[in-house]
């Protein structure tokens, strides 16, 4: 099956309930365990690339060319999108050109008529392309490719003249933050969440950070229109407790167990779980 936008599965997990998960990917153990993952589970999924990954996987026409090539080989069916997490004005023009079938623009650090201003051209280009592109407004908390965000919650009017603007999917702060969350952390704000849909109507949002969020939280989300969460660093934890597991039990020392294939099968096999975890929470299983 090809690569799909985002649009139509994020309006069918917004009617439906439901949301459908954006997990990273950092290389092909990453893709491949994902990948699976959706099929086995008959649920359509987005894979998310940051700039930082897309360079450390020496480029975003090497991402496309490897997403393409393993749904293929691995005759997957369900829906897939390729999607740009947080990427900047050039990068977003780079992977439109490499052949990615989603994008993120993150102009929530430019001056609001700036972000509006690059966004609505940005909205044309994808539109007529056949992109589904994801806005952003209010700093994310946390740290995303050097850019540290401090969990600012969104403003409500802002939100709404970003979606007038034809965007598909808005990515609204609502407290949330990347990467581990601290333990006085306060939790999201629902009241804000209630305000932005109030403004927005039914455009699919999405929860970045839903790494450590708890469970009732996600649902509660979930009720309330974000059809779209994003998971890296609980993927990442995972794999590297696996992989460490391995090695300080020594296994990598015992016949070839040095093998890359050997050697990263434990931390593979981790991600998979993790992604069905988070599938079940976000209700998207049966789904594609």
């Not at 799909?4 to 290389?27: C, H, P, T, W």
């Not at 051209?121 to 994808?126: A, D, I, Q, R, T």
């Not at 601290?182 to 209630?194: I, Q, S, Y």
């Not at 403004?199 to 969020?213: E, N, Y």
């Amino acid at each position: 099956m090809a690569l799909v936008s985002a649009k139509q599965m994020l309006e069918k997990a917004r009617d439906g309930k439901y949301a459908v998960g954006q997990f990273n990917i950092n290389n092909l153990e990453w893709t491949k365990s994902i990948l699976q993952t959706a099929q086995e589970l008959n649920s359509p999924v987005i894979l998310g690339v940051s700039e930082g990954a897309g360079k450390y996987m020496t480029g975003f026409k090497t991402v496309t060319a490897m997403v393409k090539a393993m749904i293929e080989e691995l005759n997957i069916t369900v829906p897939v999108a390729l999607h740009l997490d947080h990427g900047s004005y050039e990068g977003c023009y780079k992977c439109i050109e490499a052949g990615f079938s989603s994008i993120m623009f993150d102009g929530s650090h430019f001056p609001i008529a700036e972000n509006i201003a690059k966004t609505k051209e940005l909205v044309e280009v994808c539109k007529k392309k056949g992109l589904s592109l994801e806005a952003e407004v209010g700093s994310i908390g946390g740290e995303e490719d050097g850019v540290v965000g401090l969990g600012e919650c969104a403003d409500p009017d802002e939100c709404k003249k970003i979606a007038d603007l034809g965007v598909d999917i808005l990515a609204a702060g609502i407290g949330n933050i990347h990467g581990k969350y601290p333990a006085n952390w306060p939790g999201l704000r629902f009241d804000v969440l209630e305000a932005i849909k109030s403004k927005t109507g039914d455009m699919p949002l999405v929860l970045h950070g839903g790494t450590g969020i708890p469970t009732e939280m996600i649902k509660k989300a979930i009720s309330l229109g974000v059809a779209k969460i994003n998971v890296n660093t609980e993927c990442q934890l995972a794999f590297q407790a696996a992989t460490r597991k391995y090695v300080e039990e020594g296994k990598d020392l015992v016949g070839k167990g040095f093998d890359p294939r050997k050697l990263l099968a434990p931390g593979a096999q981790a991600i998979k779980d993790t992604v069905k975890e988070k599938m079940e929470i976000f209700g998207s299983i049966g789904k594609a």
